[in-house]
C-alpha cells in the first residue's frame, strides 16, 4: 500500500499492491486482504475459497531467488520525466510504521514509557483486540511483530496475547531510526540504497510459513531526519521491503498495523499539554478510534465492517467510469477502470483466516485508472515521508502524470520519491471515507497516515493494490517502488460518480453517503 510485477493469477489476488513496501509490511497492512484476487466478480471470500494455499509455495520461492538476483545487481531506476528529481513525494507504511517528525532538526525523548498513560488492564484489553480480532493469530502460528523504541511495552503486551492465543513463537524485529540517522549522516552515499538481502528472505520466509504479521505504527522519533539531506534521505528507504508486496499480493499471511502511542508522537499532536496530559489525551483517542471504549469492540468492529462491506458492494455494482472531488483548491476527475472493484479493509488469506489489515479502517478504495487522471488537488491534512512533515501540498495532473508538485513544507523529499520510477507519478488508489467513523470527527491531525488516510478521502502515489481489479485490467494497474497516500477530502469536499454515458451520480456530499 509497492511494487508488483504481473505474477500469476494466485498471486496478483492479494496485493495491497504493496504500499511498496511499507504497506507491504503493514500498507499493505491494508490491502492485503481483499484482494482476493483476480477479475470478474466473484467475491473475495469465494476466490479464497477456491485456493489452494499450496499452489503459492512455488511463485513464493521463485520471488525470493528474484529477489536475491535483484539485489546482486544495481539497477538504475526509471524516472518520471514530468517531475524533476528536485521535487518530491511521499511514502506510505504497513506494518513497519513511518517515523513522524515535529520541526527540522528535533529529536524525540528516548523513553520506553510509550504506554505510560495507559493502566495493564487496558494495555492487555488492547492486545487481545489487536492479536484475536485484527490480526486473528490462529493456533501454532508463527507470530511477527515490527515495533520501534518506545513502543515495547504494547509490543510486550502483544506478544503474551499472541502466546495465550496458542501461538508457537513470536518474532520481534525493532526498527530504530537514530540508528537510520547515521547511516545517512556518516554512511559512504553509495551505500544507502543497499538492502541486506535476509531482510527480504525473512519476509517470504513468513509467507511460506503462513505466519501472522503485526506492526505498530505512529512516529517514534519525530523531526529526526527533518535537517539531512532529502536526497541522501531519500535513497535509504528502509524499513520497507519489496518483498512484502510478494506476500501481501500472495495473501499467505493474516497482518495488521495498528497504532502505538508514544511520547514524542504525543508532543507533536498537542504540542500546548504538558507532556503527561499529551500522552494521556493520545492513549484516549487511540483506544477510542479503535472501538476499546466500548464493552464489546469486537462487535462495534463489526457492525462498522458489514456497512463499508455495503457500500463497496454497491459502488462496485454501479460500475462508474470516474470520480470526480470537488472543494477548496480541489477540481480532480480520477478515472477508474472497467473493472476497478471497490474494497474494505476486511481481508481474507488463501487459507480462509479472516483479518483487518488496519486497525483502526473507515475506507473504501479501489484501483483507479492511471492513464486518465486530470485536474488539481490540494491536500487536506499534513503528511509524513521518510521522517518528514509534508504541510500545505498541492499536486497537478495531465493525462494521469503529476506534472507538477508543490508543498509548502517538505516537497522536496515528497518529490525525491514522485520521481523514483515511471509510476511513482501516477496514482495507485483512490479511496473514500465517509463522516460516520471515529477519526475524522476529532478534528486532529495525528501525523500518522494509517489513523488520518481514515479521517478523510485520499489518493496515493505509486503502486496499485492487484486484487482491487479484474484479470482484465491486471496489465493496465499502476506499477511502482512506492505508495504515498495523501488527504484529499473534507466535509467540503464533493465526490460525484461518473458513468460511461456521463451521468452525474452524488457519491459523498457533506461528508455522508449517497449511495
Not at 431 to 447: H, K, M, N, Q, S
Not at 460 to 480: I, K, P, Q
Request: contains cysteine; hydrophobic residues 40%; proline residues 7%.
Amino acid at each position: 500500500m509497492r511494487l508488483a510485477k504481473r505474477r500469476p493469477a494466485l498471486e496478483h489476488v492479494l496485493d495491497v499492491v504493496v504500499e511498496q513496501d511499507v504497506v507491504q509490511d503493514g500498507i499493505a497492512h491494508l490491502r492485503a486482504i481483499a484482494v482476493a484476487g483476480g477479475g470478474g466478480t466473484q467475491p473475495p471470500s469465494e476466490r479464497c475459497a477456491s485456493t489452494t494455499s499450496r499452489a503459492l509455495v512455488s511463485p513464493l520461492r521463485i520471488a525470493r531467488a528474484r529477489s536475491r538476483a535483484e539485489r546482486s545487481v544495481s539497477e538504475p531506476a526509471a524516472v518520471c520525466t514530468a517531475i524533476p528529481r528536485e521535487s518530491t513525494v511521499c511514502t506510505l507504511p504497513f506494518v513497519q510504521a513511518e517515523p513522524t517528525p515535529i520541526a527540522a532538526g528535533a529529536t524525540a525523548p528516548d523513553t520506553e514509557a510509550g504506554a505510560g498513560s495507559i493502566d495493564t488492564a487496558t494495555l492487555e484489553r488492547f492486545a487481545e483486540l489487536i492479536v484475536t480480532f485484527a490480526a486473528n493469530v490462529q493456533r501454532g502460528q508463527i507470530v511477527a511483530i515490527g515495533t520501534e523504541p518506545g513502543k515495547l511495552e504494547l509490543t510486550r503486551a502483544i506478544a503474551a496475547a499472541a502466546y495465550r492465543a496458542g501461538a508457537k513463537y513470536v518474532d520481534v524485529t525493532l526498527f530504530d531510526l537514530h540508528v537510520k540517522r547515521a547511516r545517512i549522516l556518516h554512511a559512504d552515499p553509495d551505500t544507502l540504497d543497499y538492502v541486506p538481502p535476509w531482510l527480504g528472505e525473512r519476509i517470504l520466509a513468513l509467507g511460506e510459513q503462513r505466519a501472522a504479521r503485526i506492526g505498530l505504527t505512529g512516529p517514534a522519533a519525530p523531526g529526526l531526519l527533518s535537517d539531512l539531506d532529502p536526497r541522501l534521505a531519500g535513497r535509504d528507504q528502509l524499513p520497507f521491503l519489496r518483498e512484502n508486496s510478494e506476500v501481501v499480493n500472495a495473501r499467505t499471511t493474516n497482518w495488521t498495523a495498528v497504532p502505538c502511542p508514544t511520547p514524542a508522537w504525543a508532543a507533536l499532536v498537542y504540542p500546548d499539554l504538558a507532556a503527561a496530559a499529551a500522552l494521556e489525551r493520545l492513549w484516549q483517542q487511540v483506544l477510542h478510534m479503535c472501538r476499546l471504549d466500548e464493552p464489546d469492540p469486537v462487535a462495534v468492529w463489526k457492525v462498522r465492517q458489514d456497512t463499508l462491506v455495503g457500500v463497496s458492494e454497491r459502488l462496485t455494482q454501479r460500475g462508474l467510469d470516474a470520480l470526480h472531488f470537488e472543494g477548496p483548491g480541489t477540481d480532480l476527475t480520477v478515472g477508474l477502470l472497467p473493472t476497478s472493484r471497490w474494497l474494505s479493509a476486511r481481508f481474507e488469506t488463501v487459507d480462509g483466516i479472516v483479518h483487518m489489515p488496519n486497525l483502526p479502517s473507515e475506507e473504501v478504495f479501489t484501483a483507479p485508472d492511471p492513464a486518465r487522471v486530470d485536474g488539481h488537488v490540494r491536500s487536506t491534512k499534513p503528511l509524513v515521508v521518510g521522517g518528514t512533515i509534508v504541510r500545505g501540498l498541492r499536486v497537478r495532473f495531465e493525462a494521469g502524470r503529476a506534472v507538477s508538485v508543490e508543498a509548502g513544507e517538505g516537497g522536496e523529499l515528497l518529490a525525491q520519491y514522485a520521481a523514483r520510477d515511471d509510476g511513482a507519478c501516477r496514482l495507485g488508489e483512490v479511496a473514500l471515507v465517509d463522516g460516520e467513523g471515529r477519526i475524522g470527527p476529532l478534528d486532529t491531525v495525528f501525523y500518522d497516515t494509517l489513523i488520518d488516510e481514515n479521517a478523510a478521502s485520499h489518493i496515493a502515489l505509486g503502486a496499485a493494490y492487484e486484487f482491487t481489479a479484474g484479470e482484465a485490467d491486471l496489465e493496465r494497474l499502476n506499477r511502482s517502488q512506492i505508495h504515498i497516500d495523501f488527504m484529499i477530502g473534507s466535509p467540503e469536499v464533493d465526490v460525484t460518480g461518473v458513468t460511461s454515458d456521463g451521468e452525474r451520480v452524488p457519491v459523498l456530499r457533506g461528508g455522508a453517503w449517497q449511495v
